[in-house]
């Protein structure tokens, strides 16, 4: 019978779905090529600033919600 060839485990870019090759030494690759780093970096920071702005959103609508209103209505 033919020898089993063992493949490397083959991993997907993180933002592109290509085949990602890894190698043996060194830390896994989560993406492809350099462009898709800076891509998924950027996808980061656009994300991160809309939680950031959401939460921003959140504080500044808190103190407007008037709670009380429940109260008064079952009292
Ligand atoms: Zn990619």
Known sequence: MGA???EPISQRCAVCQAPVAIS???RPR???SNR???KAA???QILVGA???LELLNMQL???IDWS???HRVA
């Open 51 to 53: 939680l950031t702005r």
């Open 4 to 6: 089993l060839k063992i």
């Open 36 to 38: 898709c780093r800076q």
């Open 30 to 32: 989560l993406y492809c």
């Open 62 to 64: 808190a103190p407007a």
């Open 24 to 26: 043996p030494v060194g």
């Open 42 to 44: 950027r996808i980061r």
């Open 69 to 71: 209103d429940e109260d």
